[in-house]
């Protein structure tokens, strides 16, 4: 699986992360984390939540510190984290 690539946007607080449907991960950092999607379709598991998360343009999701995440495009999304 592979490691997100992010294309940032000028606002360098706001990743934006480029996502199709080969899934993509990355681990929180000590503060936790925020995705928002910004465009499509997303599919998201979190280690540790038993429940996996889709969400569509707008929905937001919040995890807890040092959780690994994968995020898939259905068949692709824009997400900001």
């Given at each position: 699986?592979?490691?997100?690539?992010?294309?940032?946007?000028?606002?360098?607080?706001?990743?934006?992360?480029?996502?199709?449907?080969?899934?993509?991960?990355?681990?929180?950092?000590?503060?936790?984390?925020?995705?928002?999607?910004?465009?499509?379709t997303a599919y998201v598991t979190i280690e540790g939540d038993p429940e996996d998360h889709l969400l569509t343009q707008g929905q937001?999701?919040?995890?807890?510190?040092?959780?690994?995440?994968?995020?898939?495009?259905?068949?692709?999304?824009?997400?900001?984290?």
């Open positions: 699986m592979p490691i997100v690539s992010m294309a940032l946007n000028i606002d360098m607080r706001h990743p934006r992360i480029f996502v199709d449907q080969e899934p993509a991960s990355f681990r929180a950092g000590h503060h936790g984390g925020h995705l928002e999607v910004v465009r499509g937001e999701l919040s995890f807890a510190p040092h959780r690994l995440v994968v995020v898939q495009g259905l068949p692709e999304a824009i997400v900001a984290a």
